[in-house]
């Protein structure tokens, strides 16, 4: 009974939430953290090599502020271009559609 109930208002605020934002936010936000942690994974390397490049420094953290710079760009790409497709959607009138799927 007690699971019953936290399942309901789990379920309940998600989908409320998926209606607010609506399916192509909700799909691009769950996209980008995937997206984010493999392209951090696999591009870090290249952004501290960037960064020591161009400040000259050789920090002891730098894997790290590395890794989390280049997490947080992919992810606000991926925001940026999904608010761009739902402005789409808005212009051809299926802004409804997209939230009805996002419950």
Do not use: D, E, N
């Given at each position: 009974m007690v699971f019953d109930i936290i399942f309901?208002?789990?379920?309940?605020?998600?989908?409320?939430?998926?209606?607010?934002?609506?399916?192509?936010?909700?799909?691009?936000?769950?996209?980008?953290?995937?997206?984010g942690i493999w392209g951090a994974i696999k591009f870090s390397g290249y952004t501290s090599a960037l960064i020591m490049e161009k400040l000259q420094t050789n920090v002891e953290y730098l894997p790290v502020i590395s890794f989390a710079l280049t997490f947080i760009v992919i992810v606000i790409g991926i925001h940026f271009l999904a608010k761009l497709v739902e402005k789409l959607l808005e212009a051809i009138a299926l802004s409804f559609v997209n939230r009805l799927l996002g419950v």
């Open positions: 309901l208002v789990i379920f309940c605020w998600a989908a409320y939430r998926g209606f607010t934002k609506g399916f192509i936010l909700q799909v691009a936000m769950l996209g980008a953290l995937f997206l």
